[in-house]
């Protein structure tokens, strides 16, 4: 059964630092990966998804790499600000293609 | 503006008193699925739908029902709630394709207190 696992489970840093969030799958047989952001008290905005056939993806001071044969993805933040403070899920796809499994989440906190 | 509305956002209930949260999107997606998310366990699927009239059980289905009679809108059904359904609901949906699942969008959530 599929595991996703995300290190650290929270991460304080000060402004502007670059950082970078874990996520790992057990089973590499994945359609793809996506990340999502979640603020309290509003639902989950996606960020990026990556094809099972991609290596990465770029989206402004957000990179996240894929690497499905180590079960691994890291979402990059460059340059953090105090608005990049939230929670961050990566999930993939079931074998089935009909649900996403989630992983608990990396809780960023960003100081200025 | 694409989006995935929910109703309610908030709601108080009693034990075994009938409940309905909706969901409807308006971007044509095919599939629409609904999640709960709960401390220490994350976000866990109920059911999903390929498409109108075609739902099936996630992992965590037992005390919900769900319909698709139309495209645009998903509703949860609680026949008869109990405190251990106390979580926050969000519902899903995605246009689908041979390659899983595609960017899903979610609602705001809907966060329900069974007493």
């Known amino acids: 059964k599929q595991e996703v696992t995300q290190i650290p489970a929270a991460l304080s840093v000060p402004e502007g630092e670059n950082l970078v969030l874990n996520c790992s799958f057990t089973d590499s047989a994945i359609y793809n990966l996506q990340w999502f952001r979640q603020d309290p008290g509003k639902g989950l905005t996606s960020l990026l998804l990556i094809q099972s056939s991609q290596r990465e993806q770029t989206s402004g001071r957000l990179n996240a790499s894929l690497d499905k044969s180590s079960g691994r993805s890291t979402l990059y933040i460059a340059a953090s600000q105090p608005g990049d403070s939230a929670t961050y899920l990566c999930a993939v796809s079931n074998q089935a293609g009909t649900a996403l499994i989630f992983g608990k989440g990396t809780t960023l906190s960003v100081s200025s | 503006e694409a989006q995935v509305t929910q109703n309610p956002r908030y709601l108080i209930t009693v034990t075994g008193k009938k409940l309905t949260v909706t969901c409807s999107q308006n971007m044509n997606h095919e599939y629409m699925s609904w999640y709960r998310q709960d401390p220490g366990l994350g976000l866990r699927q109920i059911y999903y739908s390929m498409n109108v009239e075609v739902t099936d059980k996630g992992d965590v289905p037992e005390g919900y029902k769900v319909s698709r009679k139309e495209k645009r809108n998903f509703p949860l059904i609680l026949e008869s709630p109990s405190p251990n359904q106390t979580s926050l609901y969000f519902c899903?949906?995605?246009?689908?394709?041979?390659?899983?699942?595609?960017?899903?969008?979610f609602g705001p959530g809907t966060r329900l207190l069974v007493l």
């Open positions: 899903a949906s995605s246009r689908t394709s041979f390659y899983g699942l595609e960017t899903q969008y």
